[in-house]
């Protein structure tokens, strides 16, 4: 095991460790050598839940899973859910058809494309709902108030004897930067956002997946 005094590696999926939503073999091989050094693997992420649970093949590998940007637990060796938030109000769905703007509800969270952004935001001012929309490149994610990757990742931190200056986050986006700012080490892929990467410690040269790849082989592991 690597003496390091951190002990999860946590990363947000689409753009970080997935290109187009899938994990090649390289990555997941990468994940398994930290995973095998002693390190617990996690992804926090703005997919939905059920939708990463049919893209990922590989999610047995996972200690934990933060799904719907924070919205919900998944512990995949006990194939244990634990929600942290209930769906959006039935008010304020029947307002989003009311004004026929689209939507997708998640298991928790819904999700707009970002052009319909601000016509929810004046909804939700207009009949304070207890909600709020984080932006991520072209969608708006729905979720209820105070719910975010960061809040998600400090609820499961409690399932594990870890404190949060133990967790490498690593992301490539705007809805990373809550999440990052909650860990003790930050790391960027080679294509990450500019705000993202001046968060970041350490930043990758490859993008997405062989991003972690380099940053497991050259740094974590070295």
Known sequence: ?????????????????ATRGKITDNVAKALLQAKNNGFLIAIVTGRGFDDLLRICPQIKLFDLIVAENGAILYFPSQDKIEPL?????????????????????NTIMATVRRRFVKK?????DEFKFPIHIICHKDYGLILPLGINKAKGLEKALLHFDITKNQVIGVGDAENDLDFLDFCGFKVAVGN???TVKAKADWIATSDEGEGMVEFIQEYLLA
Do not use: C, W
């Open 85 to 105: 938030a209930s769906n959006p109000p039935i008010e304020f769905i029947a307002q989003l058809m009311h004004h026929r703007i689209p939507f997708y509800q």
């Open 1 to 17: 095991m690597i003496n390091s005094p951190f002990k999860m590696l946590a990363t947000d999926y689409d753009g970080t460790i």
């Open 192 to 194: 990450a956002e500019d």
């Open 120 to 124: 929810v935001n004046d909804l939700i």
